[in-house]
C-alpha cells in the first residue's frame, strides 16, 4: 500500500491510500511548482498522481507557530504498520531542481 499522509500542528489525515502489488518495484516522485508539491508514481510507464496537490510550505520546519530553522526538506520513508516484517530498499533516489 503506498500511502499519502499530511500532517499540521493539529494531527496527521491520510490524503490517499493506493494499494500497489506486492513484491514489485515501485517509483516514486513528487514534481513542485511554486508552493505546491504534486506526489506520483509510475503506472504503465506514465505519471499517476497520489492525492491532491499540497502546500509544498509545510514540508519545512518552520512552518508553524515554533521558531525553527531548517527550512524545506526532502526524504524518504518506509513502514510496515501490520507485523513490521517487511523491509523496504531504496534505490536510485534523486533530486533535480531546474531554476525558473
Given at each position: 500500500?503506498?500511502?499519502?499522509?499530511?500532517?499540521?500542528?493539529?494531527?496527521?489525515?491520510?490524503?490517499?491510500?493506493?494499494?500497489?502489488?506486492?513484491?514489485?518495484?515501485?517509483?516514486?516522485?513528487?514534481?513542485?511548482?511554486?508552493?505546491?508539491?504534486?506526489?506520483?508514481?509510475?503506472?504503465?510507464?506514465?505519471?499517476?498522481?497520489?492525492?491532491?496537490?499540497?502546500?509544498?510550505?509545510?514540508?519545512?520546519?518552520?512552518?508553524?507557530?515554533?521558531?525553527?530553522?531548517?527550512?524545506?526538506?526532502?526524504?524518504?520513508?518506509?513502514?510496515?504498520?501490520?507485523?513490521?516484517?517487511?523491509?523496504?530498499?531504496?534505490?536510485g533516489?534523486?533530486?533535480?531542481c531546474?531554476?525558473?
Amino acid at each position: 500500500m503506498l500511502s499519502l499522509v499530511e500532517r499540521d500542528e493539529e494531527g496527521a489525515r491520510q490524503v490517499a491510500l493506493l494499494d500497489v502489488e506486492q513484491g514489485d518495484p515501485v517509483t516514486l516522485g513528487v514534481s513542485v511548482d511554486g508552493a505546491y508539491a504534486q506526489f506520483w508514481f509510475l503506472w504503465d510507464e506514465t505519471r499517476a498522481p497520489i492525492g491532491p496537490p499540497l502546500d509544498f510550505s509545510r514540508l519545512s520546519d518552520d512552518y508553524g507557530s515554533r521558531l525553527r530553522f531548517t527550512g524545506a526538506f526532502a526524504g524518504i520513508h518506509a513502514r510496515d504498520l501490520v507485523d513490521a516484517a517487511f523491509t523496504a530498499d531504496f534505490t536510485g533516489f534523486r533530486l533535480t531542481c531546474t531554476p525558473t
